[in-house]
Antibody, heavy 117, light 112 residues
Framework: QIQLVQSGPELKKPGESVKISCKAS????????MHWVKQAPGKGLKWMGW????????TYADDFKGRFVFSLEASASTANLQISNLKNEDTATYFC??????????WGQGVMVTVSS | DVVMTQTPVSLPVSLGGQASISCRSS???????????LHWYLQKPGQSPQLLIY???NRFSGVPDRFSGSGSGTDFTLKISRVEPEDLGDYYC?????????FGSGTKLEIK
């Protein structure tokens, strides 16, 4: 069955970096784009961008340009999100989601990133 | 960006009753190819969002027929009939007609 399994929760200090992963199984990884969605505590969902899993080309939403990097380990069917120079407002749960045509059909369980001094 | 406005913010319902959630967009969601890319998700407490309805009215695999979607242009509705305990959570609409994709602000379905 199709699964997206994300890495575990992270506790970081402001200014540090974090890398979270999303391992796909049950389908051909390079056939579907991978998207990333942020959910701050108690808030709604915000689309961050996506990565073309065939070419590796990332696309970022305006609010996520600069400190955010999407990458792949295609041989391991894994997509990664790295956030550098962490700020308090980066405290959130980050979801990966597979895109089927025009909608997100399968989601990872989410990774809670807490930024606190 | 397209703004998606969901109402109500909170929706108390009785088990076995019916619920209706509205999602309005700031621009028409009809794509130049004629399709409308409006989708609905349910996020249960502590879980990731799960797809319920795609392209306005198509139920995703395994979604019971108690869930139905309708609408056109800028005005869309999700209806849930015979509400069950597992239906409780936050509902979000998502538009992917225009870049960037944008979510509604959410509707919390709770027990009356």
């Amino acid at each position: 069955q199709i699964q997206l399994v994300q890495s575990g929760p992270e506790l970081k200090k402001p200014g540090e970096s974090v890398k979270i992963s999303c391992k796909a199984s049950g389908y051909t990884f390079t056939d579907y784009a991978m998207h990333w969605v942020k959910q701050a505590p108690g808030k709604g969902l915000k689309w961050m961008g996506w990565i073309n899993t065939y070419t590796g080309k990332p696309t970022y939403a305006d609010d996520f340009k600069g400190r955010f990097v999407f990458s792949l380990e295609a041989s391991a069917s894994t997509a990664n999100l790295q956030i550098s120079n962490l700020k308090n407002e980066d405290t959130a749960t980050y979801f990966c989601a597979r895109r089927e045509r025009d909608y997100f059909d399968y989601w990872g369980q989410g990774v809670m990133v807490t930024v606190s001094s | 960006d397209v703004v998606m406005t969901q109402t109500p913010v909170s929706l108390p319902v009785s088990l076995g009753g019916q619920a209706s959630i509205s999602c309005r967009s700031s621009q028409s969601l009809v794509h130049s190819n004629g399709n409308t890319y409006l989708h609905w998700y349910l996020q249960k407490p502590g879980q990731s969002p799960q797809l319920l309805i795609y392209r306005v009215s198509n139920r995703f695999s395994g979604v019971p027929d108690r869930f139905s979607g309708s609408g056109s242009g800028t005005d869309f509705t999700l209806k849930i009939s015979r509400v069950e305990p597992e239906d409780l959570g936050d509902y979000y609409c998502l538009q992917s007609t225009h870049f960037p994709p944008t979510f509604g602000s959410g509707t919390k379905l709770e027990i009356k």
